[in-house]
């Protein structure tokens, strides 16, 4: 069993800054990507920011200079700076993280979601 909670989101004013939290708790043996979405209302789910299993990361066009995706390897845990936010960035966030747990299963698990909006 495998959890993911996030944390972080809420109501900012354009130009504010918001960090989101996801950490990831169980039965890991190994996680070997990390991973940001979002899915605005009406839209598709898309990608924001990520980590290979390489440990390179990767970003969206839009949020490109404005978000930073880090990791902390010891908490199991992914953050999301978000900075400089604007109002087309006000959807649901979503981790994505693809775990191997000791059961040597190699899956992906979602977080809850958490709702960030961005309006004066």
């Known amino acids: 069993q495998v959890q993911l909670v996030e944390s972080g989101g809420g109501l900012v004013q354009p130009g504010g800054s918001l960090r989101l939290s996801c950490a990831a708790s169980?039965?890991?043996?190994?996680?070997?990507?990390m991973a940001w979405y979002r899915q605005a209302p009406g839209k598709q789910r898309e990608l924001v920011a990520s980590f290979s299993t390489g440990g390179s990361t990767n970003y969206a066009d839009s949020v490109k200079g404005r978000f930073t995706i880090s990791r902390d390897n010891a908490k199991n845990t992914v953050y999301l700076q978000m900075n400089s936010l604007k109002p087309e960035d006000t959807a649901i966030y979503y981790c994505?993280?693809?775990?191997?747990?000791?059961?040597?299963?190699?899956?992906?698990?979602w977080g809850q979601g958490t709702q960030v909006t961005v309006s004066s």
């Open positions: 169980g039965s890991i043996s190994s996680i070997y990507s």
């Open positions: 994505n993280v693809w775990i191997r747990t000791t059961d040597w299963r190699l899956n992906g698990y």
